[in-house]
């Protein structure tokens, strides 16, 4: 029996649009696959795990400045053990590739904030608040402060590419967009001038920042 035509069906995980219900249904069991625990990863004591989430909401913090010019968007990465990645954001890997050692997550839609707060154990991983109640924060589709008169700024320069895009025709997807939030692990090899090669996981977290102000 012919699979239904869904037209613009989309997994509202990571946003691909499938044409019918049965490549839907495959994609959804590649994903649950990628966040089974792999052999050899190890489990690691929950304290470990916790040290890790507070290195990465400390370096997320550091790009939250104060300054108009900052805000746009921003890349923390970190070196990061697989066992680690996993450790945090296994259930919510969305591509995983074992030949290129590579994960993917990606954070979108109402509740995205909320999702990473309990990740991270923290309901202010994602901002940091000034004087004047000034606040810099990480863009989501709805994590304005709450209660507040909001106005944000956004970077001028910014503004004018966004509205430039508007009017060219764009065949690929962007690797994320304003408002979501893009974190993968990657595997980097580097290689020394004396033929040694090291490797080490890398995690990469993506993301945009801007300012709010309440009066």
Partial sequence: MPSTILPDAEYITCGKVFKNSKDLTRHKQYVRRYNLRHQGLDELPANTIAEFKQILITEIHKKLSLN???????LVSLPCPESIFFSVFGGYIYYYSSAKGIYKCIFRGCDSYHVLSTILNSNHWGKKVYSQ???TYVVCLNNSPQNLSIIEEIDPLEQLL??????KKINRRPRFLRGEILIEWKK????????????????????????????
Avoid: P, W
């Fill in 68 to 74: 108009f010019r900052s805000m746009g968007k921003k």
């Fill in 133 to 135: 109640n000034q606040q």
């Fill in 188 to 215: 980097r090899t580097f290689k020394e001038i004396n033929g040694i090669v090291n490797t080490a996981g890398y995690l990469n977290f993506d993301f945009y920042i801007a300012q709010s102000c309440s009066y």
């Fill in 162 to 167: 966004q509205s430039s895009m508007k009017h």
